[in-house]
T-cell receptor
Framework: NAGVTQTPKFQVLKTGQSMTLQCAQDMNHEYMSWYRQDPGMGLRLIHYSVGAGITDQGEVPNGYNVSRSTTEDFPLRLLSAAPSQTSVYFC??????????FGEGSRLTVL | DQQVKQNSPSLSVQEGRISILNCDYTNSMFDYFLWYKKYPAEGPTFLISISSIKDKNEDGRFTVFLNKSAKHLSLHIVPSQPGDSAVYFCAASENNDMRFGAGTRLTVKP
């Protein structure tokens, strides 16, 4: 019973490098989203999607891109990593409306 | 601006007593409120929710209260157990936009 799967769990990047955080869910949820967790800030919404081909910006979208070509997958792309993007990233999915199911998180460090 | 606030970063209670976690919000358009629990190195897990048309929802030891006029939400855990020790996030939703508070670390002492 996989639920929401995020890869990689840990990543270290140098400033200016690009990378993609992968997220896949097997619950046929139409809604998927990405959050970042920073100390004292809670979870902040980066981007979300209500279905394949549909994406929208959340609270802190700058520096991140997303796409939703299938119901199952919702990758998060960092085109040019900055130290301010050092954080723990969580992918989540749900039926609309409903509670979110979260992945285990991806810890990213940008040097 | 932080639309959902948890003003207590931490809370410590004795096993068997009541834990009360508080949350305030500023956006009157929020219509769905949730509490999540998070253990270290894991993703948050859903605990309990309440719609804006209700003022109370119970699920076993967990009860969520909503005071819309005060824009205040609280989670009561009775009785508290050591396994409840975790970080608790409140969240509020308007359409597809869910906002979270900064979290409260609950420690339940045996």
């Amino acid at each position: 019973n996989a639920g929401v799967t995020q890869t990689p769990k840990f990543q270290v990047l140098k400033t200016g490098q690009s990378m993609t955080l992968q997220c896949a869910q097997d619950m046929n949820h139409e809604y998927m989203s990405w959050y970042r967790q920073d100390p004292g800030m809670g979870l902040r919404l980066i981007h979300y999607s209500v279905g394949a081909g549909i994406t929208d910006q959340g609270e802190v979208p700058n520096g991140y891109n997303v796409s939703r070509s299938t119901t199952e997958d919702f990758p998060l792309r960092l085109l040019s990593a900055a130290p301010s993007q050092t954080s723990v990233y969580f992918c989540a999915s749900s039926h609309l409306p409903g509670e979110l199911f979260f992945g285990e998180g991806s810890r990213l460090t940008v040097l | 601006d932080q639309q959902v606030k948890q003003n207590s970063p931490s809370l410590s209670v004795q096993e068997g007593r009541i834990s009360i976690l508080n949350c305030d919000y500023t956006n009157s358009m929020f219509d769905y409120f949730l509490w999540y629990k998070k253990y270290p190195a894991e993703g948050p897990t859903f605990l309990i929710s309440i719609s804006s048309i209700k003022d109370k929802n119970e699920d076993g030891r967990f009860t969520v209260f909503l005071n819309k006029s005060a824009k205040h939400l609280s989670l009561h855990i009775v009785p508290s157990q050591p396994g409840d020790s975790a970080v608790y996030f409140c969240a509020a939703s308007e359409n597809n936009d869910m906002r979270f508070g900064a979290g409260t670390r609950l420690t339940v002492k045996p």
